[in-house]
């Protein structure tokens, strides 16, 4: 079956036999047991509940594994992660990742006697001379945010089975529906459902996928234990907005291709960042580890001044965090997302005062350009 079909029908809807074509919100936290020492198969919202279980198998279906966990938000899924590792394993991590995902290594996991290093994870001999015997994981992002860098996630794989590693992708940015890292090798794949998958701006999510048992068994574990468990409502919203996943995405990139072009022609752009554009260094890499770009687009201007002034004037496009909804948001990445990470390793990954940041959504392009115009000129 087609992705685009398995956005709509990749989970069997076998929780009602009214012909309810929506899942219904299992609006329950617990569930009354048939008899002693038998259940109905749920027992208690943290561990179970129909309307996220159909969500699970959804996405799981759509990312090609054998589980996914659906959690309150995407860093409440990466920090039940690093709950996979103890006092005194390292981890090899990709330089420019999520700002949040930083924070939490760099202030919560490095508290908790994990050690990390982060480096180009592009660069396969960078991350083979950081391998010891401590090291246990390799963390990618890849496109990274913002700057856009891609990943061969096959290669990195196969140096992390050498060595007994666990890889993890945050697959956020390009979704099953253009890039598949459980095919090529990695372990676990994780998401901000809050972006692309939720689609809408109206609703945070993370998900942990995976295809292999043992790991699958111990994150239930950890997540029946931690609880960050997404509500049945939440799950629901998740649910109804994976069935346009498909649509959305191929319009959402067709906007990004048309918008990244025109901003390569505008002068006071010096730089653009897009895996789309045939001169990005990682073009021809992109396609063969991803079916499609995506619509994150990253560009330097000129000068501080017209970063402010693009944020002041921009009016159709909405100044706010977050990305992959179905409306075009921009944000400045020094003062946002990337506000907590050290000024001297921001400037050195090139998140300065003239990097704005553009999630691309579903509008017209035209009358994206024309706002962009009006903001730059
Ligand atoms: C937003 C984001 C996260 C964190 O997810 P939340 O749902 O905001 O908690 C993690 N990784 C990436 C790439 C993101 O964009």
């Known amino acids: 079956m087609d992705i685009t079909t398995k956005c709509i029908h990749g989970a069997e809807n076998k929780t009602h036999n009214t012909g309810a074509i929506s899942v219904p919100i299992y609006q329950s936290a617990t569930f009354a047991h048939p008899g002693v020492g038998q259940s109905t198969g749920y027992d208690y919202s943290r561990l179970q509940n129909p309307t996220r279980e159909h969500l699970e198998k959804l996405v799981a279906n759509l990312e090609q594994g054998i589980d996914a966990i659906a959690f309150s938000t995407g860093m409440a899924a990466i920090t039940t992660l690093m709950e996979l590792f103890t006092n005194g394993d390292h981890i090899i991590a990709s330089g420019d990742l999520y700002g949040g995902t930083v924070r939490l290594f760099q202030h919560i996991c490095v508290k908790n006697g994990l050690t990390f290093d982060y480096l180009d994870t592009g660069n396969l001999k960078d991350i083979k001379s950081k391998i010891r015997k401590e090291t246990k994981a390799i963390y990618v992002e ?80 950890l997540y029946k234990t931690t609880g ?3 509500s049945p409502f939440d799950s629901w919203l998740l649910i109804r907005g994976i069935k346009t996943l498909a649509v959305r ?4 990139q067709e906007n990004a291709i048309k918008i990244a072009t025109w901003l390569t022609t505008q002068e006071k752009v010096k730089k653009v960042f897009y895996i789309g554009l045939p001169t990005h260094k990682d073009y021809e890499l992109s396609k063969t580890q991803a079916t499609g770009f995506g619509s994150m687009i990253s560009i330097e201007v000129d000068t501080k001044e ?9 009016q159709l496009i909405l100044f706010a965090e977050s990305l992959g909804g179905v409306e075009t948001l921009i944000t400045y990445p020094m003062l946002q997302t990337h506000a907590d990470v050290p000024i001297e390793e921001r400037l050195e990954r090139g998140i300065n005062d003239c990097l704005l940041r553009l999630s691309v959504g579903i509008e017209n392009v035209d009358d994206l350009i024309s706002d962009l115009s009006g903001a730059l000129n």
């Open 142 to 221: 890849t496109p990274t945010n913002p700057m856009m860098q891609v990943t061969d996630i096959a290669a990195v794989s196969k140096l992390a089975k050498e060595h007994g590693l666990i890889v993890i992708v945050d697959n956020t940015f390009l979704t099953p529906y253009y890039q598949l890292p459980l095919t090529l090798g990695a372990d676990i794949v994780l998401h901000s459902g809050t972006k692309y998958l939720s689609g809408h701006n109206d609703t945070l999510a993370g998900f942990l996928v995976t295809n292999r048992e043992d790991l699958s068994e111990k994150l239930r574990f």
């Open 228 to 230: 960050a468990c997404l």
């Open 249 to 252: 995405m191929d319009r959402q």
């Open 306 to 314: 017209t970063a402010v002034k693009v944020l002041e004037r921009i």
